[in-house]
């Protein structure tokens, strides 16, 4: 994103406060227009994020190439179909739930954690193939039901999380990509389990079979937990597994989980891990 422009023509005085501040210290270009006409003299129009009140938005702000923002007292009613993001006011928004709402709809992935090894990212499309590949393996096939799903509806069900998911929440599911080849090592999701205040969401993680056994399970739990501690402030953390699933058991215990219980004493029963 090169420049926001804001069009500061019957925008609260608050509000341009708010405004002023989420993009305080950020590096991009940000212009001030005192008129709806002021717009359209600006140069870098070609690539950014506009800002505008809904007393002068036009239908011609949504032909420009701009994210359009725009402030509305009354939650949109009457404004048309097309518009990015339709806000009551900025006081609680934050410069990166911008970003990341530019980057979504030019479906730009944005990163979730990297580590020194790895990068854990949204996925775009060109990664579903590889995803459903490596989800097919047979040591992956066996504890993970996505993998067992006809390859449409696996695919479908991904597509779904990046035109859906992603744009409106914190959580999905992520790749997981070397650092350096780029190369796709697994997928990790954070699923949301419980709404409310004490809120749980359930993590879960596969790695390609001929990159076990090299410490990227621990690296990815890890940095899904500082993630959802510092993005979400998670209250709970719960991971299901098989209980023939030695490795994912010793692994999620590595990381701080406790059993919480299982569901039966047969061969398949699940175990659930907690974290707090």
């Known amino acids: 994103?090169?420049?926001?422009?804001?069009?500061?023509?019957?925008?609260?005085?608050?509000?341009?406060?708010?405004?002023?501040?989420?993009?305080?210290?950020?590096?991009?270009?940000?212009?001030?227009?005192?008129?709806?006409?002021?717009?359209?003299?600006?140069?870098?129009?070609?690539?950014?994020?506009?800002?505008?009140?809904?007393?002068?938005?036009?239908?011609?702000?949504?032909?420009?190439?701009?994210?359009?923002?725009?402030?509305?007292?009354?939650?949109?009613?009457?404004?048309?179909?097309?518009?990015?993001?339709?806000?009551?006011?900025?006081?609680?928004?934050?410069?990166?739930?911008?970003?990341?709402?530019?980057?979504?709809?030019?479906?730009?992935?944005?990163?979730?954690?990297?580590?020194?090894?790895?990068?854990?990212?949204?996925?775009?499309?060109?990664?579903?193939?590889?995803?459903?590949?490596?989800?097919?393996?047979?040591?992956?096939?066996?504890?993970?039901?996505?993998?067992?799903?006809?390859?449409?509806?696996?695919?479908?069900?991904?597509?779904a999380y990046i035109e859906n998911i992603y744009r409106f929440y914190d959580y999905g599911i992520w790749g997981i990509f070397d650092k350096i080849n780029n190369t796709l090592l697994g997928a990790v999701s954070l699923d949301l389990l419980a709404h409310g205040e004490d809120a749980e969401y359930e993590i879960g993680f596969f790695i390609r079979e001929e990159m076990q056994g090299q410490g990227y399970g621990m690296e990815v739990i890890n940095a899904v937990i500082s993630y959802a501690k510092k993005r979400i402030g998670i209250v709970g953390l719960t991971a299901v597994t098989k209980r023939e699933n030695i490795g994912a058991i010793k692994l999620l215990t590595k990381c701080g989980f406790k059993r919480r219980e299982q569901d039966g004493t047969a061969k398949g029963c699940n175990y659930t891990f907690e974290l707090y």
């Open 1 to 159: 994103m090169k420049c926001v422009v804001v069009c500061l023509e019957t925008l609260p005085e608050k509000e341009i406060y708010f405004i002023r501040n989420i993009f305080k210290g950020f590096e991009i270009t940000y212009i001030e227009c005192q008129t709806f006409d002021d717009i359209f003299k600006i140069n870098e129009l070609k690539d950014g994020m506009l800002i505008i009140s809904s007393k002068k938005f036009t239908v011609k702000v949504i032909n420009t190439a701009l994210v359009t923002v725009v402030y509305d007292e009354n939650e949109g009613k009457g404004l048309p179909y097309g518009i990015d993001l339709i806000v009551g006011s900025f006081e609680e928004m934050e410069t990166d739930f911008l970003i990341r709402l530019y980057r979504h709809k030019l479906g730009i992935p944005c990163t979730i954690a990297v580590t020194n090894r790895i990068v854990i990212r949204e996925l775009c499309i060109g990664d579903i193939d590889e995803v459903i590949k490596i989800s097919r393996q047979k040591h992956i096939l066996e504890f993970v039901a996505d993998g067992r799903m006809p390859e449409n509806e696996q695919r479908e069900k991904l597509l």
